[in-house]
């Protein structure tokens, strides 16, 4: 018999026993604070939202003007134009116990109603900025992603089709501020951004 082999099967063996009981206990400790987490979060009240960010939509700023026979930008501003009647609150990042925990139980259902408004406005502002990227009408395109940067979206391409205007301008400082932007993400999108605009920098 092949000792040598054999210890090392002994030794493999033991080892992967090893790594599943720290692996189940590190499981088992997550779960624990999870629910922990989360049972503080449920019963934490009702706190004021006045203090929010709230998304103001700049419509007038906008290229409304623009491509109106187009059934795709009408859509779009169609949207934004219901949206600026609702309250848009940017919680990209949050689970529903970050939220629970810091506002209260009581308003999860309106912040996700916020949230979710903010989603739609991030990905209708760059399907737009698309339509008018591929029509020509860069500049007005750069006016929508600026402000949808602004909110601290998480849209990449928003960063990244800006971020290539801006390298074209020679703009490197307002490049330096983009990734200072998305620096601050709470997305788990963050660090391919940033990585993706210091590359364009890089290039400059």
């Known amino acids: 018999m092949n000792f040598g082999f054999l210890a090392s099967l002994i030794t493999f063996a033991l080892l992967i026993s090893y790594n599943i009981k720290r692996y189940s206990k590190r499981g088992r400790n997550q779960d624990s604070d999870f629910w922990s987490r989360e049972a503080r979060a449920n019963s934490v009240r009702r706190k004021s939202l006045d203090g ?30 219901a949206l600026t009647s609702r309250k848009i609150v940017n919680l990209t990042g949050w689970s529903n116990t970050d939220l629970k925990l810091e506002y209260g139980t009581a308003n999860i259902t309106q912040l996700s109603e916020y949230d979710q408004n903010y989603t739609l406005l991030a990905r209708t502002l760059q399907k737009w900025a698309d339509i008018l990227i591929e029509t020509g009408h860069v500049k007005d395109a750069v006016v929508l992603m600026e402000f949808a940067v602004s909110t601290n979206t998480d849209v990449s391409r928003t960063y990244y089709q800006l971020a290539d ?33 210091r590359g364009i920098l890089d290039r400059k």
Do not use: W
Not at 52 to 66: A, M
């Open 165 to 197: 205007y801006l390298a074209f301008q020679g703009n490197t400082e307002r490049i330096e501020q983009l990734i200072h932007t998305a620096e601050g993400l709470r997305s788990g999108n963050k660090n391919a951004i940033v990585r993706h605009l």
């Open 52 to 81: 929010l960010n709230y998304v103001r939509i700049p419509l007038e700023s906008f290229p409304t003007h623009l491509l109106n026979e187009d059934s795709s930008v009408m859509e779009c501003i169609e949207i934004i134009e």
